[in-house]
């Protein structure tokens, strides 16, 4: 039986791997986790955490985010980020829709950047 987080198949590395710049290739990391045995474990600890930053569990910061927005979507929060991917797409320009969803434009721009 695996335990977490002493089989952790990344236990004695670098934790700067799983820490990647942004833009820089995830591969090695997400490799290192999909062979390991606590990736569940790790997974759920980072999500209830939740760990903000860095690889666990086999996913992104962006990848937990997109989860936790999927298991959360009667938030207020997520229900805006709905709305405003919907305006976006049906050609709302940004100012509007960002008055409509009563944000201002730098909050609406963080909505489509997080829903992407
Ligand atoms: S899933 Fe990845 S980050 Fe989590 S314990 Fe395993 S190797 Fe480490």
Same mark, same amino acid.
């Given at each position: 039986m695996s335990?977490? !987080?002493? /089989? @952790? @198949? =990344?236990? %004695? *590395? /670098? !934790? @700067?791997?799983?820490?990647p710049m942004r833009g820089s290739a995830v591969k090695v990391p997400k490799a290192i986790c999909n062979g390991c045995s606590v990736k569940a474990e =790790?997974? @759920? &600890? &980072? *999500? &209830?955490?939740p760990e903000r930053y860095g690889? #666990? %569990? /086999?996913a992104t910061e962006r990848e937990r985010r997109a989860m936790r927005? &999927?298991?959360a979507p009667s938030t207020g929060r997520a229900r805006r980020l709905d709305e405003a991917v919907t305006m976006n797409a049906a %050609? #709302? %320009?940004r100012r509007e829709a960002a008055a409509a969803l009563g944000v201002n434009v730098g909050t609406y721009m963080r909505y489509l950047k997080d829903a992407s």
């Open positions: 335990s977490y !987080p002493q /089989d @952790a @198949a =990344c236990r %004695g *590395m /670098d !934790p @700067a791997i799983f820490y =790790c997974l @759920a &600890a &980072a *999500m &209830a955490e690889i #666990w %569990g /086999d927005y &999927a298991l %050609g #709302w %320009g």
